[in-house]
């Protein structure tokens, strides 16, 4: 951009609300993945939908790229500016605009964070049950389809959204749903946007789903002798209709550093991490009749935990499990793979995933969202080592690919950004030639978020 650009830029959303700080700008050229970074040539801070439409209007006229920043926290380059132009940054977009409890909805600004969001719905009783891990905006992890550990019940991203606003590359401000439960009128503009990765346009305004905090919640831990038993396991609690609420699977070796570096004394096999959420007499049956099937399967040893404390406690070693890798491995940079398959394949895929891990010789773990058939393999790489990152990527190829092979998908809930690109065409065939058609159709001079998700000329 020339200065003349730069300028016209500061005037549409006033002077103290874009810079050009080298240490902003670095800030903006990255996010929590191992790609390279690449700096953005200055960050807008937008106040209002209004703002943003006039900053992409202005834009598109000059064909200056566009990169949609929330917080950062994405793990395949989805912020990284690749071709420069400016990182449209939405922290100063964080109002909880509305929120209808009779109607279960409530209406947010994209810059608003979960655990804001958790904390302003908590007082009406409610929760928003989307939990990606990281404490992501809204308006990032609507733009990425995130997802998390309570999806098996609650469903992913997509399942929330009733209507968006969002901001085209020529500066209209639309909305693609409604406030109502159902529609059968037009195109599922709703779904188009949502894991858009901001390469279609600006999400300005998000309206969720929420739900009534549950009156009563169990956790339980359950090990087993093997992968095999364990993922069979959550296989029949799935299709027997347990209403369970989040089910992972945690590996030998990430129990190890639990019980490493958090003072436990967990049995070092295979682990299902589970939780149940309801009325008290109805989660009585769900756990007796969980606790049945677990044992069909040969778990080796269950706890169930009703009391808020230990439930937490419990659950505190699968939360920290990347700050216990990375607590172990100083020096080097956690890569978090991420492959969905359908459930009826998934112990085949994780036990192939922990040989892959295996035959690369990295250190790392596999764990998984195992109700949804979602799992990750948590890597310890030395960023600046090309053998390491020569490895990761190998490991990264191989699991996708098997993972394609059996109808899964590269990716379960990161998004595409940079890293999964390469993979669309062998997932996708020749649907990808119409993903290509509808960005050229709203995007024409491909100022949004470039070289991202879908390549066009």
């Keep these: 951009m020339n200065a003349e650009t730069l300028e016209r830029f500061k005037q549409l959303i006033s002077e103290n609300r874009m810079t050009t700080n080298e240490t902003i700008l670095e800030h903006h050229s990255k996010d929590e993945s191992h790609h390279t970074a690449h700096l953005p040539e200055a960050v807008l801070f937008p106040e209002s939908s209004e703002e943003v439409s006039k900053v992409l209007s202005y834009a598109n006229e000059t064909k200056t790229p566009v990169t949609p920043f929330g917080l950062g926290s994405g793990l395949e380059g989805h912020v990284v500016p690749a071709s420069g132009g400016i990182s449209l940054d939405f922290s100063e977009m964080k109002d909880i605009v509305e929120i209808r409890e009779q109607d279960l909805l409530v209406r947010v600004q994209p810059g608003v964070t979960r655990s804001m969001l958790d904390k302003a719905l908590k007082k009406h009783g409610l929760f928003f049950p989307v939990d990606p891990g990281a404490d992501a905006t809204i308006g990032g992890m609507t733009a990425t389809n995130a997802s998390g550990t309570t ?95 989040r089910v992972e699977l945690v590996d030998e070796t990430s129990i190890q550093q639990v019980n490493k570096l958090m003072d436990t004394d967990y049995e070092v096999n295979p682990t299902l991490f589970l939780e149940f959420h309801g009325n008290e007499a109805g989660l009585n049956q769900d756990v007796a009749f969980t606790e049945e099937i677990l044992n069909d399967h040969g778990c080796t040893d269950v706890i169930f935990e009703k009391d808020n404390q230990t439930r937490m406690k419990l659950w505190e070693g699968r939360h920290n499990l990347a700050y216990t890798y990375s607590h172990d491995y100083p020096g080097r940079s956690m890569m978090v793979t991420d492959v969905c398959v359908p459930i009826s394949s998934l112990a085949e895929a994780i036990i192939f995933g922990r040989e892959q891990l295996e035959k690369q010789g990295l250190p790392g773990g596999i764990v998984g969202h195992v109700g949804d058939g979602n799992y990750h393999a948590l890597m310890m790489i030395d960023k600046s ?52 058609t509808i960005k050229r159709a709203l995007d024409p001079n491909n100022i949004m978020n470039p070289g991202k998700f879908i390549d066009i000329d």
Excluded: W
Aim: hydrophobic share 35%; glycine share 12%; charged share 20%.
């Design 385 to 436: 080592n090309e053998e390491d990152i020569r490895k990761a990527e190998n490991f990264n190829k191989a699991i996708v690919e098997h993972a394609l092979e059996r109808g899964g998908t590269c990716t379960g809930e990161h998004g595409v950004g940079l890293g999964k690109k390469k993979y669309l065409e062998a997932e996708h065939g020749a649907a990808l030639g119409i993903m290509k």
């Design 151 to 245: 999806s098996v019940k609650y469903g992913v991203m997509k399942d929330q959204i009733r209507d968006l606003e969002v901001v085209t590359p020529d500066g209209q401000i639309i909305h693609t749903g409604n406030l109502a439960q159902k529609s059968s009128s037009g195109y599922n503009l709703n779904d188009l946007y949502t894991g858009s990765e901001g390469t279609l346009g600006c999400i300005t305004e998000i309206t969720l789903k929420v739900y009534g905090i549950p009156e009563h919640v169990t956790a339980a831990r359950a090990t087993f002798p093997g992968i095999t038993e364990a993922v069979d396991a959550v296989t029949t609690i799935v299709q027997t209709g347990v209403p369970v609420a």
